[in-house]
Structures are given as C-alpha cells and as structure tokens.
C-alpha cells in the first residue's frame, strides 16, 4: 500500500499522543522526537517547523522532525533535525521506502535560500543508514560520545580509571552536599549564566530551557555541588526516558573551584541518581574522539564506552551548490 507523506509546519497539526507513542515504540526514539521538546523548540527558537510525517493504512510508519533556521555564516536556511538535541528520521517497518519518502520530502523543502539538510544520529545504528544516505546524496561525518552502562554503582566504580577513583576519595573526604535544584527562570538563568563565563561559546538559552520545563516539568534534572557551604558548580542533565538515558546537558564549573573536585561530585551522583531511576545509561555528551583532547580524556576515565554520532548533511536546492563551493574556498584560506 502506498505512503502518504507530508510536511507539518507545526508539531501541533499532529496528534500528540499518536506522535509520542510512534516515538516511544521505536528503538531509536529520543525525548529530542516528542511533541513537548518539538514544540518548546518552536516557541523559543528561531526556527519554522518542517516536520515529515509518513502514514500506511491509517498508522505511523515514519517520523522525522525538522527545522529551517539560519546558518551560521551569510543570508542561507539549513533544515536541521533539530536545534537542540538529536534528531533524525524513525522508521517502524519497510525502513528502505519509509526512509525514501522522507528524503524525498526534505528535498521537496528545499526553497530558495535552503542549501541544506542535516541531521544527527546516534548509536551503532545510525551507521546502518550510512549506504542509502550515501546514494541519496548525504555524506556523513562520524563523531562520538561516551556512555556508561548503568548495572550498580559498584560496577560502575570498578570500572572508573584509578585517577578518577583517587579524585573521587579526595571529593568525598571533604564537607560536601550535591542538592537538586528546581527547574524555574532564576536557577536556569544562574546556571546559563554560569556556563558561559566558563565556555568559549553561547550555549543554550534559559528561554528554550523554561520552554521546555513548563511543558514537561520533569525533563530535566540540575543539581549543584556545596562544598564547605558554597556553591562551587552546576550540572544540568536531560532525563530521557524514552531512550532511557540520563544525558549530561551543562556542566557549568569555574576552574577556580577545580580544587574541590565539583566535577567528580557532580557525576557521581548523577550516574547514582540515574541507578535509583532505573535508566540504562549515563550519556556524557558528544566529545571529539581523540586521546589528545583533554576533554575527551576526561570523560572516558568514567569507564564508559565510544558510542558513534553520525552528522549525515545533504544539499537540497540549487543554493546549495554556492554553500558548498564558498565552503570549500573557506577551508582552501585556512589551510
């Protein structure tokens, strides 16, 4: 039986509930592909909806969520999956024609001004999609991230590097508290504020954060460390328990406070907070895999695996074809 596909310019001409339990079914759904981080996304961001949506007989076969918003360099759109988050499509059956008819719609998006389509997908199974993405014009760049497997907090701390086990003793032999903060405007606003005197770049807004938590109030998770009584850093975590993961967000510490370890603390009671809710993994976020890079270092001594994050990028109009040539004169003047 034929697809009917279409392109929704608001998660709100979809049924919620058919959406969300699309997404929930599906082995690779993400709390990014629910209604209520679809639409915070669209009252808070700069970005217009173009997600395709793919029914069989009345039933979701396929969904892919997708924004058009500005690139970060000249007057050109990309359609992004999505802003904030992961992203990508989700198949249910027939994965070959469902993906088609969705590639296919983006492309017909592609007006002037669109020069591309681009969209993030984790986990070993994003690279089962690279061929058909590959013959339907999207190239792909592999990053990573690392992801601890919760089973108890014993194994996890077996499996910690012996210098995070050192640094964990020395954060624990002092006067500490780790407490949860509630997710409203003035705890956001110190926690964005603090994470950008501590970052080279913007970060996420309060705004889209608030948006967020008025619609699901239990989608995020910030805690602070309290050492001799002050607060010495933040961290801010989505709880995804669609994919059943608690993601690091923000982490939001002053190199001053290092010395009193608000890190190790921090972790530490997310990877035990995330045991006690019954998640699967404790997800640190995307990171260049590189032993070089200190972050990336950093984050593995935690005893988590590499888990693999495709950017998969397409042009979809004829705009796109002086992106990738002015693109390609950037890169030739940097080198």
Known sequence: ????????????????????NFVRQSDR????????????????????????????????????????????????????????GLGGPLMSNDREAVLDGILNRLDSCGTAGTAVSTFLMEGASA??????????GYR???????VVELDSWEAVRERLSKDRRYE?????????????????????????????????????????????????PDSFLITTAVVDGERRGYHVYVTDDVSGRLRHLIAAVAAEDYEHYPSQLLHRHGMRHAIDEGYDYYDMGGTVVDHRDSVSSYKRQYGGRIEPVMTFESGISPTSLVYRFGRLLLEANRE
């Open 1 to 20: 039986m034929a697809f009917d596909t279409q392109v929704l310019r608001s998660i709100s001409d979809t049924n919620a509930n058919r959406w969300n």
């Open 140 to 146: 792909a760049e592999l990053s990573g991230k690392y």
């Open 168 to 216: 964990l003793r020395k954060a624990t032999d002092q006067s500490f508290a780790v407490e949860k903060l509630p997710a409203e405007r003035t705890v956001l606003s110190t926690v964005c504020d603090h994470y950008r005197e501590t970052v080279d770049e913007g970060g996420i807004s309060p705004e889209f954060l608030q948006t967020v938590a008025e619609r699901a």
């Open 29 to 84: 759904g993400t709390i990014y592909h629910t209604v209520d981080w679809l639409e915070s996304i669209e009252t808070a961001a700069d970005a217009d909806p173009r997600h395709v949506l793919v029914e069989q007989n009345g039933g979701i076969v396929g969904v892919c969520p997708s924004f058009r918003t500005e690139m970060d360099r000249g007057p050109l759109h990309r359609l992004l999956s999505t802003p904030h």
């Open 127 to 136: 690279l089962s999609y690279r061929a058909q993405l590959a013959e339907c």
